[in-house]
């Protein structure tokens, strides 16, 4: 297996994606491209961005990705300006099978079981990549985004699929407006779509999850009204004034999206020590422009549910816990007897040093592990990270998802 990575700040979109393509092919030595991964900034166009590519490696390798507010690699780390980056993979012993569905703002679901039925069900198949557009409306000036939910999407997928495939990728973002997206379907770009590329062949994939929220104050509040992605009410009580309340000012309510809270259930037993790991959290997009609730990124919470105010760790916790996952996974990957090939990074774009108010970057710490390890890395800020999470696939905010493709062989 081959990877090259290419990336690039190049403001001209065609001359972005030709040089980002140029350099994959030369720094990795490809051959014969058979599998492109490509993110590139709303601030450029991205069917254009695509074309450059095609200029180099042809029509005939499948393109998938889209959208992205910035870029990871071994050498570059942006998401100001018009980042772009790609990874070309050159491998006969990876195979993959690419499909997308339409019409996602209209039914998740049936956008899920549609692309469902397009893909294979060989229990060969190792694992399942999917790239969805975030946005179903975007922002204006006087109302929120409405975002794409996730679990209707996977479900539909794995009622198709017929088995517990894992599932990874990512919804979609190209910037913090939350503005249209573009995602890259195989042969073709796409607005709400969803592409997939099942992955099948003589190679083995690791996953950890980086999460970094804790509660608040350990109190456990219950959902009591509640519509869609937007919340009114808990403990019969309006849930702004409650968050004015721990905040001690109204400042909270000029972010978009809230950088210091989220809404947290825990998912193992309640009266447990914290353990991050069996937390889902959702971030706050916005408040209601009367005041009247705050706006979720998913909609899957439901009145009656026990919820939790999570706030942000600390700089250093979080810094150490990226470092330690990320060394964690590399140094189980060797001690079972693989190389690492290649990672994804798939990163929230809640975690960027902007957003957290911190000097540097969480993503340095996996930059650092895996030029350690001499692995070439393609990473990408998301709005939401999929990943399989105690026993099932599921959509995640503010978390990093880390994904390593490994061969046999433990000489690194």
Known sequence: MKIGIGVQHETDSFLSGKKAAESAIQNGQIDRADLILAFCSGQLDAAVFLNGLRSVVGNIPPIIGGSAIGIISNTFLSYTGSPAGIAVIESDALHCHIAAAGDLDKDEKAAGIALGKQLPRDLKEKLLLIFYDSIKQPATRTSPPVMNASPPLIDGLESTLGRNLPIIGAGLLGD?????????????????????????GDFDHYVKIMHGFTPMDGIYHTITRMDGAVIYDVDNTPIVQMIDGRYGDQEWRRQFPVRRLAIGVNMGDKYDDFLESDYINRLIVSILPDNSGIVLFEPDLREGMDIQFMTRDSTNRIFESVKNN???????????????????????????????????????????????????????????????????????????????????????
């Open 326 to 412: 990320s060394s964690q996974l590399m140094q189980q990957i060797i001690a079972d007897g693989k190389k690492p090939m290649f990672g994804l990074y798939i990163d929230c774009a809640g975690r960027t040093a902007s957003s957290s108010d911190t000097l540097t970057e969480e993503a340095s710490e996996v930059i650092n592990v895996f030029n350690q390890y001499n692995t070439p890395l393609l990473g990408f800020y998301s709005g939401v990270e999929i990943a399989p999470f105690i026993g099932k696939s599921k959509g995640l905010d503010w978390t990093g998802v880390l994904m390593v493709i490994t061969e046999k062989g433990s000489d690194v």
């Open 176 to 200: 913090y407006g939350f503005q249209p997206t573009i995602q890259f379907c195989g042969s073709y770009p796409g607005t709400q779509s969803v592409v997939g590329a099942v992955l099948s």
